[in-house]
């Protein structure tokens, strides 16, 4: 069995003791709460300080939480948010189009699907929530990228690897895709990250008119580019979700 790891343990501890009670403790307090010495109370919190989790009052000496708590449990907020809204939308997509719906968010250099639903059929299906997929070949993720500056950033900075002798790798050829998208409003992966699937992507924006995220469609090259061509109807539906999910978080425009 893995052992824990008593330092992040005591951390938790202090940031939990922190969050209840009084606003601001000192260090006398903390340390006698938690059963710790001084001298390693003092430790944790100074780490903590350095990180932004803790601050100490300049007057007092007392401890209070940091705004970097505040900024990651925003962050959390936001996608725990962005998938509430969507649900509904997401779920009356996979209907319409018959195909798999996936909503993603930017995560480190990749794409993290926060909500998957199933193609409306009877085959057999992995639910893929947590899966990552690439920036620059996914219709996700050249949507993110097209439209996030920091999304844009990771993507140029990342590897691209071609996964089809369909994918676009060079920076020059890869900015092009990007113009295109924004000027469509969409994007597309046909066959450039999984042979024989194709896929098709919207962008969702928040109140701030911020970009959030991504929902798009993805199923086989055959159904979702019947001919060669992707069906519009599947475009229409994929940006009218997008459209519905950021009015749901506040946008007014788009």
């Known amino acids: ?81 962005l998938r509430a809204r969507a649900l509904v939308w997401a779920d009356d997509l996979a209907r ?33 929530v947590g899966a990552m997929q690439p920036l620059h ?28 002798d369909r994918t676009t790798c060079a920076p020059e050829a890869f900015e092009a895709v990007l113009d295109l998208t924004r000027a469509r409003g969409y994007a597309t992966d046909e066959e450039e990250t999984w042979e024989g699937i194709a896929s098709v992507a919207a962008p969702i924006h928040d109140r701030r008119r911020m970009p959030v995220g991504a929902v798009g469609v993805t199923g086989a090259v055959e159904r979702v580019c019947p001919d060669g061509e992707l069906r519009p109807e599947l475009v229409a539906a994929v940006r009218d979700c997008a459209r519905a999910v950021s009015r749901d978080l506040g946008a007014s425009r788009f």
């Open 1 to 81: 069995m893995a052992r824990n790891i008593q330092s992040l343990e005591r951390a938790a501890a202090m940031l939990r003791l922190l969050a209840g009670g009084e606003r601001r403790l000192g260090l006398s307090d903390i340390a006698s709460s938690l059963g710790l010495a001084k001298g390693t109370a003092h430790g944790i919190l100074r780490t903590l300080q350095q990180e932004g989790f803790v601050e100490q009052d300049a007057a007092s000496g007392r401890y209070q939480l940091g705004a970097e708590l505040l900024r990651l449990g925003n962050s959390y907020l936001d996608v725990h948010e």
């Open 137 to 164: 070949s996914t219709a996700l993720g050249k949507v993110l990228s097209a439209y996030d500056p920091v999304a844009h950033s990771e993507a140029l900075e990342a590897e691209r690897k071609a996964f089809t």
């Open 96 to 128: 319409s189009s018959g195909e798999s719906v996936y909503l993603g968010v930017l995560h480190q250099q990749g794409v993290l699907i926060v909500h998957h639903v199933f193609r409306p059929d009877d085959s057999r299906q992995v639910l893929e």
